[in-house]
């Protein structure tokens, strides 16, 4: 039975490219054949099953990309760690060593004041305890070894020479 005989066929005007139909009908195939089977092949088992097939490769497709973005970024953030990681002791590093650096010039001024209230006091060691007794409580905190009648002794020996 041809589908023109058929009592559940009718006319319905479907909108498609032209260019499209052309092309088919050039290749030999009747149109409304072609059209027929695909609407028979949408509504068959089997293409429920490719449809669903072709939505799980492509869920599988984005898990992949998904998993490949997590790794570079897994990947980004170790390097950040390790950057961060190593700022944090350059940074300590610098703190130190200018804690150093400002502890030698603060003791090399404290102990420049002292010379000069040992000489003005002409080596009078209570007399230099009395006044400077603050500038020798900083200097030991800066050098907890300092004592005042050594350091005296070698400050008169050098301004002997």
């Given at each position: 039975?041809?589908?023109?005989?058929?009592?559940?066929?009718?006319?319905?005007?479907?909108?498609?490219?032209?260019?499209?139909?052309?092309?088919?009908?050039?290749?030999?195939?009747?149109?409304?054949?072609?059209?027929n089977?695909?609407?028979?092949?949408?509504?068959?088992?089997?293409?429920?099953?490719?449809?669903?097939?072709?939505?799980?490769?492509?869920?599988?497709?984005?898990?992949?990309?998904?998993s490949?973005?997590l790794?570079?970024?897994?990947?980004?953030k170790?390097?950040?760690?390790?950057?961060?990681?190593?700022?944090?002791?350059?940074?300590?590093?610098?703190?130190?060593?200018?804690?150093?650096?400002?502890?030698?010039?603060?003791?090399?001024?404290?102990?420049?004041?002292?010379?000069?209230?040992?000489?003005?006091?002409?080596?009078?060691?209570?007399?230099?305890?009395?006044?400077?007794?603050?500038?020798?409580?900083?200097?030991?905190?800066?050098?907890?070894?300092?004592?005042?009648?050594?350091?005296?002794?070698?400050?008169?020996?050098?301004?002997?020479?």
């Amino acid at each position: 039975m041809d589908f023109l005989d058929d009592p559940d066929m009718g006319r319905r005007t479907i909108w498609t490219d032209l260019n499209k139909i052309a092309r088919v009908e050039e290749l030999g195939l009747d149109v409304t054949k072609l059209f027929n089977a695909t609407i028979d092949l949408a509504l068959s088992e089997e293409f429920e099953d490719l449809v669903v097939q072709g939505k799980l490769r492509k869920i599988d497709s984005d898990l992949q990309e998904i998993s490949m973005e997590l790794k570079r970024m897994e990947e980004r953030k170790s390097l950040l760690l390790k950057q961060r990681h190593d700022m944090e002791t350059t940074k300590q590093d610098i703190e130190g060593s200018w804690e150093q650096t400002k502890a030698r010039v603060y003791k090399a001024q404290y102990i420049r004041t002292l010379n000069q209230i040992i000489i003005i006091n002409k080596y009078n060691q209570e007399v230099v305890e009395s006044v400077a007794g603050d500038l020798i409580k900083s200097i030991t905190r800066l050098e907890p070894d300092f004592q005042l009648q050594p350091h005296m002794v070698g400050l008169k020996k050098m301004m002997r020479h």
